[in-house]
């Protein structure tokens, strides 16, 4: 019996944009590892991960909205190779695309909010199908694409079969609380007269809310994101506030076994019998051929989404001022994003070769090479929920530099901290000033104090982030709310699970049907 089941938009490596995704494939594999069956459900998007899978169709259903029937079904990854079963939602017009959130233009789907409502609905017309006695134990939501999901086991008489489930729900980014007008109301599936207030925040519908409303509990990616929303979260400050008894900070792990520096394949050099020095210079080396950077100074990196929630608009004008003022460190960028900062990083390509490159690409093999070869990586992030970068880094040597802020805060102390906690560098305002002395203090203590870079080194890669510790801290949210969480026996998958792929890094272009006979889960 499935005892957890996530719902999300992403999930690693099936689909996914950010943190959210691998988040979620992270959780059921280690609760399934932990003896607690757990799954994952997201929709069926036209993405080659999810083409080149085998699925197994094990529930066909209808639903209606707006007056309309919508056929779909639940299909299951055959093998379960991720180890743990995984379901999508097979939704015909609506999730068959290039692309999760965009089209390939980078263009917003205008139909966002039938899609989402669609989405949640078929997974509880499917949950409604088991047998009472082999329902989850928890729905846990993940942000405010399946936020309306504990209303609607609520309120909506067509799913109050599935009240008794305890739900969960989970903010991953306030920023996008899923909002939409009174207009598009009649996409929601009929409701008990009383609910309706739950659904308005400020006059519109707000999903976000509604779960914050409505869910048995409550939880952010880190104990100071939770507190920052309290003091700031679009509107929802006072509700926030007001639900404060049900909330929860669990700061987010990380899958070990994909990240690890001894067995990763798609780095140069893996880390052998402890040797960190060589482990750290060998990558560093390949980088620095690559890119045309002096081996001799500091790399310092920056890997994700070139959007202004992260701070990458915040770098140009910071790595000019440095490297004007001759800072002696080369500076690296991977990532995606708004077509401003985009421009303004081939530009700086341009203008400061051997000192500044720029990968406009989303490349996971590149992504951990960096993370192997950099000596430090930046973080100068507006909003930072958690945050896994940092995490990624730490585990391969790399010395964080970060705003405090959000999970940076929790996972990042400064190496200044009188009582030896420091794991980086650490920066309270979002300025050019602040981050330009954070690189400033990274950079001196480089050239003037290598043998507290190797201590650092060391040090952060023995912190212990895993999700084995992290999913503790989830039971005791689940039992506080009564769901009967606990390791059971059942049995084993025949398949191994499938190996990473013997991926090697290489130099990308710098800047210039049928019906099962029970919707059980296959194990």
């Not at 899978?53 to 094990?58: A, C, L, N």
């Not at 890669?461 to 606990?486: K, L, P």
């Amino acid at each position: 019996m499935i005892q957890v089941l996530h719902i999300s938009a992403e999930c690693y490596p099936a689909a996914k944009t950010g943190g959210l995704a691998d988040v979620v494939g992270s959780l059921p594999k280690y609760f399934t590892k932990a003896g607690m069956l757990t799954a994952a459900i997201l929709p069926k998007y036209d993405l080659k991960w999810i083409r080149n899978r085998e699925w197994i169709t094990v529930y066909e259903g209808t639903l209606w909205m707006n007056w309309r029937q919508i056929h779909f079904r639940v299909q299951q990854e055959a093998g379960n190779t991720q180890g743990y079963p995984m379901f999508v939602v097979d939704l015909p017009g609506l999730y068959d695309r290039p692309g999760i959130y965009n089209d390939p233009d980078g263009r917003p789907y205008g139909d966002e909010v039938q899609r989402y409502i669609a989405f949640q609905q078929a997974v509880l017309e499917w949950l409604l199908s088991f047998p009472w006695h082999d329902r989850p134990r928890v729905l846990h939501c993940h942000d405010h694409h399946t936020a309306l999901i504990p209303w609607m086991v609520k309120y909506c008489p067509a799913y109050q079969q599935l009240a008794p489930i305890p739900t969960v729900f989970t903010i991953h980014n306030g920023q996008y609380q899923g909002m939409f007008g009174w207009s598009n109301g009649d996409y929601l599936p009929p409701y008990e007269a009383s609910a309706k207030w739950l659904l308005d925040w400020n006059g519109i519908i707000n999903p976000m809310a509604t779960a914050i409303k409505t869910a048995w509990a409550v939880t952010t990616v880190s104990e100071s994101y939770l507190y920052e929303l309290h003091q700031n979260s679009l509107g929802l400050e006072s509700l926030l506030r007001q639900e404060w008894r049900k909330e929860a900070g669990i700061v987010n792990g990380i899958d070990a076994q994909v990240w690890d520096p001894a067995t990763d394949p798609m780095i140069v050099q893996r880390l052998e019998n402890e040797d960190i020095a060589g482990f750290k210079f060998r990558n560093k080396a390949a980088l620095c051929e690559w890119f045309g950077f002096p081996l001799e100074w500091p790399l310092i990196s920056f890997i994700g989404r070139i959007v202004s929630e992260k701070g990458a608009d915040l770098l140009p004008d910071t790595y000019r001022r440095f490297i004007q003022n001759g800072g002696r460190a080369s500076f690296l960028v991977l990532g995606t994003g708004e077509a401003w900062t985009q421009n303004e990083f081939r530009r700086m390509a341009y203008d400061y070769g051997g000192r500044f490159n720029a990968v406009i690409d989303y490349n996971e093999a590149l992504s951990h090479q960096i993370y192997a070869g950099s000596d430090f990586l930046i973080m100068p992030s507006r909003v930072e929920p958690c945050g896994l970068n940092q995490m990624y880094a730490m585990r391969y040597g790399t010395i964080p530099i970060v705003r405090s802020i959000g999970g940076l805060k929790d996972t990042v102390p400064d190496i200044g901290e009188p009582d030896g906690s420091g794991r980086g560098i650490r920066f309270n305002q979002f300025s050019i000033e602040d981050a330009y002395h954070a690189l400033y203090r990274a950079v001196s203590m480089w050239h003037n104090e290598p043998g507290i870079v190797d201590w650092l080194r060391k040090k952060i890669m023995a912190v212990d982030f895993s999700w084995e510790h992290t999913i503790e801290q989830y039971i005791a949210v689940y039992r506080r709310i009564g769901a009967n969480i606990a390791p059971e026996t059942f049995v084993e998958q025949t398949e191994e699970p499938a190996p990473l792929p013997p991926a090697e890094p290489t130099l990308p272009r710098p800047a210039k049907t049928r019906k099962a006979s029970k919707p059980k889960a296959k194990k």
